[in-house]
């Protein structure tokens, strides 16, 4: 190689630092202080959803790959990035047991004492790597599970049953969504839950985002908790994130700060799918004796899924977190929103099977 490797990478990605030092001259920046001045030289972007990687960013850089350590690609610009020859990683499903644990944890954070999860009929909206998880649990905890996702019933080939967003609004006493954000094609996700769908439910829901905050309509939702179509709103995904409208915030029975996907287990299969990418960019690339193996020595090991799940083994208290976010000052919000999510004390995902 003729130069030194400059890498520049998030400084909130856990484990990360331990694998990439070696490898060049590293830097380890907040995501909102990754500018295209940082970019000119370099080489390597790891990053989390914070920074916006585009032209804007990436121009007259030499950077040959940018992996992300999250399950979306919202803020990369994939087209540019195909253009310019710069290889894009994620790490889809990362996170999906730990969404899968809160969404679990939200639902009984506002149940009675003498109800349970089994009494309850769950609409599940995207049956991904979240969406899998949690029907999965869901069913073991004795819940009613629908699902609800386009492309997958479309392409005939899941085998499970499928319902519609109409059937989901009637029939379901918790609704939740996990569908990426997308605004075009055959079934955009941009306002998925609007004023309509809320106007059809019948069972005064519960509706959970720990999606993507523009898959629910903000002011639909509170129009809706307001005269008591729905009951309760979990809201860790927001519009407008960090800057979060506060009368949602004060309307939520449970409010967290993008934290849904926060365990300990989970980052540690984000770095290890991005260091999976990044050891063969290495190799063929830049030429470097590298494997993934040798990457990733210094990751802690990460528990199995399980299969299923007992209510006791969630084990993770919503209700603290929630206090926290709403505690905050209303002028503080924005920092401190950002401030709650990168320092996040990581909880641990449900491990035992029954």
Known sequence: M???????????????REAIDSLGETLYLPGDAITPEVMRGTDI???????????SLLAGSPCTFIGTATIGTDH????????QGITVANAPGCNAPAVAQYVLAAIASTMKPDETLSEKTIGIIGAGNVGSILERWAR?????????????QEKGTDGREFVSLDEIARNCDVITVHTPLTREGDHPTYHLIDEAFLSGTTRC???????RGPVTDTSALKNALCDGRISAVAIDC??????????????ATVATPHIA???????????SMVLDALAPHLSSRYGLDITAE???????AVHPVPRTIREEDMNYDIKADTATLKSVPADKLPATFESLRNNYNLRPEPHSDL
Do not use: H
């Not at 972007?45 to 032209?55: A, E, F, N």
């Not at 040798?294 to 802690?300: G, I, R, Y």
């Open 2 to 16: 003729g130069k030194t490797l400059r890498i520049v990478a998030d400084r909130n990605i856990p484990f990360v």
């Open 45 to 55: 972007l790891l990053t989390r959803t914070r920074t916006r990687c585009d032209s």
């Open 76 to 83: 990369i610009d994939l087209p540019y990035c195909q253009s």
């Open 140 to 152: 073991g905890l004795g819940m009613k599970v629908m699902l609800n996702d386009p492309p997958l």
């Open 205 to 211: 829901p519960m509706i959970i985002n720990a999606a």
């Open 238 to 251: 927001w519009e407008g994130e960090p800057a979060i409208d506060t009368e949602l915030l004060a309307l």
């Open 261 to 271: 996907g926060y365990s300990q287990e989970g980052k540690i299969r984000a770095t």
């Open 294 to 300: 040798k990457l990733k020595a210094s990751l802690p």
